[in-house]
Every structure is written in structure tokens, then in C-alpha cells.
């Protein structure tokens, strides 16, 4: 089974609010991703967390705070968030973090209003 | 920088030919590459992942790796219409101690087959 779940599956907020996205793994994976992908766009990497610690922050800004609560568990909080946030929000996980192979969840569809 | 290019098409191929998907990679210190297949407003779905030179093959679908030209493909057989989607090349940066990076993507080749 290679099922990473996220929640929610869209979500629409204003640039006061503060939210939360969150991703769930049961496949003893120890490292854990975030990417952000815009329309037409690749996936760009924004977060690693490597047994529960991070790993890598490719230089997001502090609007954007990851937590990993456990190692099945990953979060994103949001908050005073811009329109030009509003993308496809995706969690992934690996065995490890190297060379291994990543498993991508469904993706949360955000839009900053 | 590394960079991954590939050709973002359209690449239309009749259904039942061969679909030929290729990418290229700058760093040469690149080891995991990886393709994934992306229907519109879907998630990534891993199709293949290869590591050595030379050729993988996993159903309808093989893998291509030339780690000296900095090239690697996609081949998939007998294409069929649900095969039309968006084929992302990735690759992943291995660090001299033993860390990684995630997943550097190019910006992916739009395949239709044409029924």
C-alpha cells in the first residue's frame, strides 16, 4: 500500500486567516515532503522532514510553518497568506530521505482570496 | 543549479504506437531520476524510478538511464487513450555525506493519443 492521505482536499481562505493542511502516512516512511505546484507548473519543493526533524527549507517564507508531529504525521500552517499562494499544496513520502522512491498525496487545492 | 528539460510538447502518438518521452539533466552528480505520470488536477503518480545505466522495464512502460549523456526516457508500448497525460522527469541530488534533496521535476511533456 503506497497511500499518503491529505486533508483538506480544498480549501479557501482570506489573508487574515490561518489554517492548516495536514498529510497522513501508515507506510513506515521516515521522511516526508512538501511541494507546491502552480497551474501548468512542476512541483517545486518547499519542506524535507527526515525523522521527524527538518531537514530542508528551500527558502520558503515564514507564512508558510511545517510540523511533524510524529512520523506518521505532517502539517502545514498558513497564515496572512497572498493570492499568489493559491496552488496545489502536496505532501509525498519516502522510505528515507536519498535515493529512494516518493509517493505523492492527493494534493490540497488552496485559494487565498 | 541543476536543471531537468524536457520537451512540454504536445506529443501525440496513435493509440497502439510507442510513446517516446525524454529528458536531460544538468548535474552530473544526479543518481535517482525518476518519471511520474499527472492527469489534469491530479496528484504525481510514480510510474518508474532507475538507477544505474541502462534500461528498466515494468510492463508497457522502460526506463532509459545514460548517466554519461546526461539522458534519460520513457518508452511506453502500445499506447493506449488513458495513457494521454502530463510525464514529469525527476531527479534527485545526492550530497558527498550521505544527505539528499527532494525532488527537482522538469516541466513535464503533455502526451494525447490519438485513438
Known amino acids: 500500500d503506497t497511500e499518503v492521505t491529505q486533508t483538506p482536499k480544498h480549501l479557501v481562505m482570506g489573508m487574515t486567516n490561518k489554517k492548516s493542511l495536514k498529510c497522513e502516512q501508515h507506510m513506515g516512511h521516515r521522511a516526508m515532503y512538501w511541494y507546491k505546484q502552480k497551474a501548468k507548473k512542476p512541483p517545486e519543493l518547499m519542506f524535507v522532514?527526515?525523522?521527524?526533524?527538518?531537514?530542508i527549507n528551500e527558502s520558503v517564507p515564514s507564512r508558510f510553518s511545517p510540523e511533524c508531529p510524529n512520523s506518521s504525521l505532517l502539517n502545514l500552517h498558513l497564515h496572512a497568506l497572498q493570492p499568489e499562494d493559491s496552488a496545489l499544496y502536496l505532501c509525498a513520502s519516502s522510505l528515507a530521505q536519498g535515493a529512494y522512491e516518493q509517493y505523492f498525496g492527493p494534493g490540497t487545492r488552496l485559494t487565498v482570496t | 543549479q541543476k536543471e531537468v528539460e524536457q520537451n512540454s510538447g504536445p506529443l501525440s502518438v496513435p493509440e497502439g504506437a510507442i510513446a517516446s518521452l525524454n529528458c536531460t539533466y544538468s548535474?552530473?552528480?544526479?543518481?535517482?531520476f525518476f518519471w511520474y505520470r499527472q492527469y489534469s488536477g491530479k496528484s504525481p503518480e510514480l510510474i518508474m524510478s532507475?538507477?544505474?545505466?541502462g534500461d528498466k522495464e515494468d510492463g508497457r512502460f522502460t526506463a532509459q538511464l545514460n548517466k554519461a549523456s546526461q539522458y534519460v526516457s520513457l518508452l511506453i508500448r502500445d499506447s493506449q487513450p488513458s495513457d494521454s497525460a502530463t510525464y514529469l522527469c525527476?531527479?534527485?541530488?545526492?550530497?558527498?555525506?550521505?544527505?539528499?534533496?527532494?525532488?527537482?521535476f522538469g516541466k513535464g511533456t503533455h502526451l494525447i493519443i490519438q485513438p
Open positions: 548535474d552530473r552528480v544526479s543518481q535517482s
Open positions: 522532514y527526515s525523522y521527524e526533524k527538518l531537514s
Open positions: 525527476a531527479v534527485t541530488l545526492m550530497y558527498s555525506g550521505g544527505g539528499a534533496d527532494g525532488l527537482t
Open positions: 532507475i538507477y544505474s545505466n
